[in-house]
C-alpha cells in the first residue's frame, strides 16, 4: 500500500511541463484535502529530480520555497517552462 508521500511524490511526477498545481490540489489528490501543508514538508525534504516540486504552488499563487535554489530559481524554471 503507498504512503501518503508516495502518491504525493506520484502525482507530482505527472503534473505536465507549462503547468502547475497547488499544495492543496496536491493533498486532495492524494486523499487529504486538509494536509496541503504536509505535502510542502514532502516536497521540502524531495531531492528526486524525476519529481518537478517547483510546479508545486500556493493556493494565492505565490511561490513558496524550492531547495534546490530557492525562491527565484523556482520562478525561473516556472517562466522558461511557460508556467508563468
Known amino acids: 500500500m503507498k ?6 511524490r506520484d502525482i507530482v511526477r505527472r503534473i505536465p511541463k507549462g ?32 519529481i ?6 500556493a493556493s494565492d499563487g505565490t ?3 524550492y531547495n534546490r535554489g530557492g525562491v527565484d530559481r523556482k520562478r525561473q524554471i516556472l517562466t522558461a517552462e511557460g508556467a508563468l
Do not use: L
Open 3 to 8: 504512503t501518503f508521500a508516495d502518491k504525493v
Open 19 to 50: 503547468e502547475t498545481m497547488t499544495y492543496k490540489e496536491v493533498a486532495k489528490k492524494a486523499g487529504n484535502e486538509r494536509a496541503a501543508r504536509a505535502v510542502g514538508a514532502i516536497m521540502r525534504t524531495n531531492f528526486d529530480e524525476s
Open 52 to 57: 518537478p516540486c517547483h510546479r508545486v504552488v
Open 63 to 65: 511561490m513558496r520555497g
